[in-house]
Every structure is written in structure tokens, then in C-alpha cells.
């Protein structure tokens, strides 16, 4: 069945600096969704890619979808606090599925 | 918009007691998931519901667990018995698309449940 694999599962990033989650799956995907959840909560929609290639920005967060459709990333630049929390991709095959997450804390 | 209600916010049990969960899609939303979170497994669906009918419940790990949509706006997910090894995050998520999941998941606050 389909995986999705997500790395690094911790990223530890000093205010300020960028870094980037990657999301790849085991099949080919209709489209991948990104979600962000804060300590304590529950997982929030980001967006949602659909096309290969497909690239969308949202403020500092910046989300690819692969060639392929079998991989994604998201890059944020300019690290803040408020970016805390962990970033799951979830693929959509016949079934959404969740990667493990990236959890992400900053240094101030 | 309440958004997806949760009920109850924590439970604490224990081993052998029968528990239930409760969910309150979005109104309007016409596709219910359940979801479990641990540390060791992570974000897992259990079971997903479209117009009120279970369409995939590949998920539900054992006979244990039992859930049902009696109507559009009232979900539930039930434990019978209970075991230590279920204690987990138990998230409801809704979406208002017919065929599945390419439309938004909206997830509700979660159950945060302990079995002792």
C-alpha cells in the first residue's frame, strides 16, 4: 500500500535561517496536502497541491510538488518562533496518508 | 463557525471499561474521518464515512473498536474493552467533498485518552 515517508523528523533551526521538510511516497499521488500542528493542538490545513511541478507560496512558507508526484517539500525562510510545531505531508492516493511529521523548534 | 466538536476533551480510564468517543462534524461537511495519534505510530485513519455510510474502516485496528454515523451530524467511536495500548490523541476530522479526499480535512481538538 502506499507510504509516505517524511525526514528529518526533528529540526532544530536558529531564528532566522531557512530549512526545508521532504515528503516522498511509494506511489504516484493524486495530490498532497500539508498541515501544521502546534504543540498541544490538532493538525491545521495548509494547502494542497495538485499539479506536477506545482509550486505555491504562502508568506515565508514556500511548497513544491514533484515532477514526478511522488515527492514534495516545504521550505520556510527567515525561521520565527511562530513556526514551531510539527509539519505532516499527507498524500492522497485512493486515501490520504500521513508522513511522520517534521517537528520543528527554534532557537531564539 | 463552531468548527469539528470533540467530546470528551480527556478520558481516563480503566483497563476493561467500555469508552466513548463523540464527534460533531462541521455543518454542511459530508465526509467524517477518525484518526489516532501516538508517538510510536504517529497520525493513523481508523475510519472514514461519507453521506453517513463507512466506506473504508481498513484502519480500525481490532474488533475492540466499533464506530458509527447514525446522521450527518453526530459520529461516535466506541472502545469495548479498553486497553492500556489505546491510549492516544483520537482526532475527528470532516471535509465536505463527496468522493473522498481531495477536499480540506478540518480536524476537531481531539480526545486525549488514558487507559490505566
Known amino acids: 500500500g502506499q507510504q509516505v515517508m517524511q525526514i528529518p523528523q526533528y529540526q532544530h533551526v536558529q531564528e532566522g535561517e531557512d530549512f526545508t521538510t521532504y515528503c516522498n511516497s511509494s506511489t504516484t499521488l493524486s495530490n498532497i496536502q500539508w498541515y501544521k500542528q502546534r504543540p498541544g493542538g490538532h493538525p491545521v490545513f495548509l494547502i494542497q497541491?495538485?499539479?506536477?511541478?506545482e509550486v505555491k507560496k504562502q508568506k515565508r512558507l514556500t511548497f513544491q510538488f514533484g515532477e514526478a508526484k511522488k515527492n514534495s517539500s516545504l521550505h520556510i525562510t527567515a525561521t520565527q518562533t511562530t513556526d514551531v510545531g510539527t509539519y505532516f505531508c499527507a498524500g492522497n492516493d485512493y486515501k490520504l496518508s500521513f508522513g511522520a511529521g517534521t517537528t520543528v523548534t527554534v532557537r531564539a | 463557525d463552531a468548527g469539528v466538536i470533540q467530546s470528551p476533551r480527556h478520558e481516563v480510564t480503566e483497563m476493561g471499561q467500555e469508552v466513548t468517543l463523540r464527534c460533531k462534524p462541521i455543518s454542511g461537511h459530508n465526509s467524517l474521518f477518525w484518526y489516532r495519534q501516538t508517538m510510536m505510530r504517529g497520525l493513523e485513519l481508523l475510519i472514514y464515512?461519507?453521506?453517513?455510510?463507512?466506506?473504508?474502516d481498513s484502519g480500525m485496528p481490532e474488533d475492540r473498536f466499533s464506530a458509527k454515523m447514525p446522521n450527518a451530524s453526530f459520529s461516535t467511536l466506541k472502545i469495548q474493552p479498553s486497553e492500556p495500548r489505546d491510549s492516544a490523541v483520537y482526532f475527528c476530522a470532516s471535509s465536505s467533498h463527496s468522493g473522498g479526499f481531495t477536499d480540506t480535512q478540518y480536524f476537531g481538538p481531539g480526545t486525549r485518552l488514558t487507559v490505566l
Open positions: 464515512f461519507n453521506n453517513n455510510v463507512p466506506i473504508d
Open positions: 497541491l495538485v499539479k506536477s511541478g
